[in-house]
């Protein structure tokens, strides 16, 4: 099984042309992170949560690496806008990339498994993650926020809460709106966010920090 995933996942993204060079292998290893993060999910829910997962990776290498990008919100927006429509919607713009494609395709197989509640709970949360997260962090770049001002932005522009929808398609085991709003349920989900948030600013610290310079 996981190794039909990750041959379906590379073929997939080879034949739209996402990925070449060396960046295949960096993407092989991603994918391989799908399996792990989702160690007991179906195949079938595996590649509907794995597709997210490579959604957010190739939508963060159209910036992370780019400071001109990164430093700037209206690039940014150029960038996310056009990915949130085609995930959000199932279609594709006028004048579609293979990237635009590949973001319909996740988001019309997230919709086909989760019900009404988990897929608007799930956009709203990747709306806020990039319109309220990456974008308006963009604008404090080379800005150093306090810990106050820096955990709830770093919250939203970690996506993870919307990771977190996804999970709960992975272990069929969705939460029921009564759940979800509990004050338990909701500070876990919350302080999950920031375990994963802040590792990730500290594994990625040379590569976006000391090599490409955004802070």
């Known amino acids: 099984e996981v190794t039909r995933y990750l041959q379906l996942a590379r073929s997939d993204v080879l034949g739209r042309g996402l990925v070449a060079g060396e960046d295949v292998h ?4 991603f ?7 989702y160690a007991e999910a179906s195949f079938e829910a ?3 949560c794995g597709g997210f997962n490579q959604w957010l990776f190739f939508l963060d290498d159209q910036y992370d690496d780019h ?7 209206e690039r940014v927006h150029e960038v996310v806008g056009p990915a949130f429509e085609a995930l959000s919607s199932g ?6 990339s293979p990237f635009a494609e590949f973001s319909a395709s996740v ?5 086909a498994r989760a019900s009404t509640q988990l897929w608007n709970r799930f956009l709203q949360d990747t709306y806020d993650y990039l319109y309220r997260g990456s974008t308006v962090a963009v604008s404090h770049y080379d800005t150093v926020l306090t810990p106050e001002e820096y955990r709830p932005l770093r919250r939203l522009d970690s996506s993870m809460s919307a990771v977190v929808d996804v999970v709960e398609l992975g272990h069929d085991g969705e939460l029921s709106e009564h759940d979800a709003r509990d004050p338990l349920v909701r500070e876990l989900r919350q302080l999950a966010c920031d375990h994963v948030a802040f590792l990730n600013d500290l594994v990625s610290y040379h590569r976006e920090v000391v090599r490409a310079g955004c802070c």
């Open 91 to 96: 279609r594709l713009p006028r004048l579609g």
């Open 107 to 111: 988001g019309r197989r997230i919709r």
């Open 31 to 37: 994918a391989a992170l799908d399996v792990l993060m």
């Open 67 to 73: 400071p001109e990008v990164a430093t700037s919100p």
């Open 46 to 48: 595996l590649v509907v």
């Open 26 to 29: 960096r993407f092989e290893r």
